[in-house]
T-cell receptor, first 112, second 114 residues
Framework: QKEVEQNSGPLSVPEGAIASLNCTYS??????FFWYRQYSGKSPELIMF????GDKEDGRFTAQLNKASQYVSLLIRDSQPSDSATYLC????????????FGQGTRLTINP | DGGITQSPKYLFRKEGQNVTLSCEQN?????MYWYRQDPGQGLRLIYY???????QKGDIAEGYSVSREKKESFPLTVTSAQKNPTAFYLC?????????????FGPGTRLTVL
């Protein structure tokens, strides 16, 4: 079992709809979770982080964390073509050193 | 203008050669990291350093070496012992501020072995 798992996609969503990206992790002791956006050929860009159970909203983005079920999700409201990218989920394995473990990423395409 | 810089952007290496990738940051961050990304994959941790003159192996350190002589700099050497070095290499630094603790990435170096 991989430490962090994501559906690689591609996930296709019409413009203006809600895109939902999911991530599961295996280490029940994990405390910090991140979502990065990566455009083709570019480096990852941090878009959300979440530490506590529940929802965290930032503009059109909402991160949801459920530690009991060991999943974290990212919702993108009012999806725009510029949201088309690969979304990487990352989980901290060692809190002190902040060693990140990444999923393989979900490729999202927003169709105009 | 603060940030993380990596050079070169593209690097070509012949088999059997060692190459060094540069990573510099002027953000005054203590911790720095090197990751490798293969096509269609997530990132994997190569080495990390939490403080000057100290560094630790990550998950895939074999065939790589690092140094951390200055806070601003964390170069990565890809040695001839690395069997499959063609990849996208990403350097990150860690920002700890109040309740937030996050990593930010440089633009990356794309290494190709000819």
């Amino acid at each position: 079992q991989k430490e962090v798992e994501q559906n690689s996609g591609p996930l296709s969503v019409p413009e203006g709809a809600i895109a939902s990206l999911n991530c599961t992790y295996s280490d029940r002791g994990s405390q910090s979770f991140f979502w990065y956006r990566q455009y083709s050929g570019k480096s990852p860009e941090l878009i959300m982080f979440i530490y506590s159970n529940g929802d965290k909203e930032d503009g059109r983005f909402t991160a949801q964390l459920n530690k009991a079920s060991q999943y974290v999700s990212l919702l993108i409201r009012d999806s725009q073509p510029s949201d088309s990218a690969t979304y990487l989920c990352a989980v901290v394995r060692n809190q002190g050193a902040q060693k990140l473990v990444f999923g393989q990423g979900t490729r999202l395409t927003i169709n105009p | 203008d603060g940030g993380i810089t990596q050079s070169p952007k593209y690097l070509f290496r012949k088999e059997g050669q060692n190459v060094t990738l540069s990573c510099e940051q002027n953000l005054n961050h203590d911790a720095m990291y090197w990751y490798r990304q293969d096509p269609g994959q997530g990132l994997r941790l190569i080495y990390y350093s939490q403080i000057v003159n100290d560094f630790q192996k990550g998950d895939i350190a074999e065939g790589y070496s690092v140094s951390r002589e200055k806070k601003e700099s964390f170069p990565l050497t890809v040695t001839s012992a690395q069997k499959n070095p063609t990849a996208f290499y990403l350097c990150a630094s860690r920002r700890t501020s109040g309740t937030t603790d996050t990593q930010y990435f440089g633009p990356g170096t794309r290494l190709t072995v000819l």
